[in-house]
């Protein structure tokens, strides 16, 4: 039995959420998304309030149950607060500056690594933070971790790109005799 698939999702004021043919579409303050769900879990919409229920008793439906659960939830919560992800730029002439709809890196490369930003997320750069905020909490997750994956953080210095909030297990470096 799912512990999160069980819990009613409450609706918050000012959203307005709907279902039909198993899109969900949930409409907030900051912006509205749309998500397709399959028939497994049978999703019911009340005044203020959504249950979950799986159609079968098998494995698959049973884990599909949790996962939809928290992705109505996320849905909910990214149009009355949108997600916010931090990414500090941390190594001696690195930097990371917006051009138009792009975030350019400039970390140690003979070149700057040009990054387009995806529709429905907001960037800023400043100094050696990048903000990354938008509805969709996926969205978020996956170009933040796109970022990242530029130049990770090595563990000698610290150089790179990490999230704020992580720590960077130091190596000791070479000994001198």
């Known amino acids: 039995m799912s512990r999160v698939g069980k819990q009613i999702i ?3 004021d000012k959203t307005t959420v709907s279902l039909s043919g198993g899109a969900l579409l949930v409409k907030g303050p900051k912006g509205e998304l749309t998500r397709s769900f399959k028939p497994d879990v049978a999703i019911t919409v009340g005044e203020k309030e959504i ?3 799986p159609e079968r008793n098998n494995i698959f439906t049973r884990s ?3 996962t939809y659960a928290s992705h109505i939830s996320n849905m909910i919560q990214g149009v009355n607060k ?3 992800k931090k990414l500090i730029v941390e190594g001696i002439g690195y930097r990371a500056e917006m051009k138009g709809k792009s975030l350019v890196l400039q970390v140690g490369f003979s070149h700057p690594v040009e990054i387009s930003v995806p529709e429905g997320l907001s960037v ?3 100094k050696n933070v990048i903000s990354v905020s938008g509805t969709d909490k996926e ?11 530029v130049k990770k953080p ?3 210095k610290g150089k790179g790109i990490r999230y704020d909030g992580e ?6 470096g070479k000994k001198t005799a």
């Open 82 to 84: 949108p997600f916010e």
């Open 167 to 172: 720590v960077i297990r130091r190596k000791q």
């Open 64 to 66: 599909l149950w949790g």
């Open 51 to 53: 249950t979950l229920k």
């Open 10 to 12: 409450i609706i918050p």
């Open 124 to 126: 800023t750069a400043e």
């Open 139 to 149: 969205s978020v997750g996956e170009f933040t971790a796109k970022v990242r994956a």
């Open 154 to 156: 090595e563990p000698y």
